[in-house]
């Protein structure tokens, strides 16, 4: 039987690539001074989905909610596989936490034909507290697998899964629909497919600015976008009204060496670090 998964998807800072301009003043990301990429483990969910309509059969969509610039994550997902994508943008989500984030992404889901396999990445890189995906399975009502590593078996309306722990695993089932939580060593995402990649490049969300050769916002449609009143939202439960979580102090950390060399791209310079690091069997 065939399937249908929606994949929870988030932009995140790279913050593999961080510089002394990464904070501002205020202790908030300085987003515009770091590269965006899809969220790692997100990836990993979408891969998992992917898998499941390689064998199964699926319907795939990608959701987010964030600014405008977010649906390049969309089009992410869309280059690797998924079918549609849904962006959630409205400056009433602004400065959401977690609870409102997940209540956003709620009525989002809902507002779509009703999902068999909701799935998330385990936490984003740039928050780091593994709340969304337990979070979103309450607002939906729906059972939870978290870490999860493996869909073992898929039919019958259940699944098994494997979930991955520090020291072992464990083996769980669940009837459908459910909600999975997916860890990074779950699988190793696919890269972006050149034939979509070439037919989906020119895609753009409705709010986004266009580009040369961008599709007409009529061909668009494998990008939807809904504002907070296009799904139903109490405001109150939106952004920062929404969002009871608060930051109580904010501590700058500033990574200074303590000792460095500066190796010249010499013959000598070269030879004399290689003895240095077979001194120290760095290298045998």
Known sequence: MSYRITVCIKQVPDTENLTTEAMKADGTVNRSALPAIVNPEDLNALELALSVKDRHGA???????????????????????ADDAVLLTDRKFAAADTLATSYALSRGIKNLPPPDLVMCGRQAIDGDTAQIGPQLADK?????????EEILELSDRRIKARRAFELGYEIVRSPLPVLLTVTGSANEPRPPSAKRLLASRHLRAPSEKPRDGDAPRSESGAIREWTAADIGCDVARCGGSGSPTKVKKIESVKLVSEDHQRIEPTEEDMAALMQELMREHIIE
């Open 59 to 81: 319907h795939v969509t990608a959701i987010t909610m964030g600014p405008p610039s977010a649906a390049e994550a969309l089009r992410q997902a869309l280059f690797r596989g």
């Open 140 to 148: 939906l009502d729906l059972p939870q697998l978290t870490y999860v």
